[in-house]
């Protein structure tokens, strides 16, 4: 009897055990993502950041011109979706 009640006790322990650990491993998952998620919106942030820099040093011309070609593009592209 004592064998048993024993082996039920160690049984449940190390459940209790694995699930501890589990859950701490998910945590540091979910906080691994967390971070990873944050350093995307930065590279996000900068990639946006260059970019308008970029269009802000251009020439008038230049400026209109690329501004065309952005129309020029979404109507090719909205035509090709028909499709």
Known sequence: MRKKMAIVVLGVSLLMLASCVSSRSSRAMRRAERMMEKQER?????YKKAKEAHYEHQAPKTKQMMKEDKKRARELNRHLRRY
Do not use: H, M, R, W
Request: net charge neutral.
């Open 42 to 46: 930065q590279a996000q942030k900068d």
